[in-house]
């Protein structure tokens, strides 16, 4: 299996001067040195928000990801954020392995050999092998 894009989705409540971030870094194929997939900010967003973001990427088999997850009320009077989901999707493709193939492949090849095999001889005579030989007495 490839995972081929990452999805990232946060419910944050964030008031007056409030802030509440999610950064998430990553790459693939791991080990890796993770670069900003997506940065999802609330400021001032309202008393409760849903974000999500989705990065597409070139199919690989596998992924490190790394999250710097910031809620910040400011310490000012009235200021609130809060955190309370941040979720992580991750999207895989089937890639059949080689094997599986190889046998398909020989499947097909031998399905085609006995057809052309079948065409042949509902086509043609058959001969016989055998000869007459005549007896003398």
């Not at 419910?11 to 999610?22: E, F, I, Q, R, Y």
């Not at 070139?58 to 790394?66: K, N």
């Amino acid at each position: 299996m490839l995972i081929e894009d990452a999805g990232l989705a946060q419910v944050s409540s964030v008031l007056a001067n409030g802030l509440a971030t999610v950064k998430e870094n990553g790459c693939g194929p791991a080990p890796c040195t993770p670069g900003t997939f997506t940065v999802l900010t609330f400021d001032n967003g309202g008393p409760t928000s849903q974000v999500f973001n989705d990065t597409l990427f070139s199919p690989t088999g596998s992924v490190e990801v790394s999250k710097d997850i910031n809620v910040n009320g400011r310490n000012l009077p009235g200021s609130f954020a809060s955190l309370s989901i941040v979720n992580d999707t991750f999207s895989q493709t089937y890639v059949p392995e080689p094997a599986s193939l190889t046998l398909l492949g020989s499947a097909l090849l031998g399905l085609g050999l006995l057809s052309r095999r079948r065409t042949r001889s509902t086509t043609s005579p058959r001969r016989s092998g055998r000869r007459a030989i005549a007896m003398s007495s």
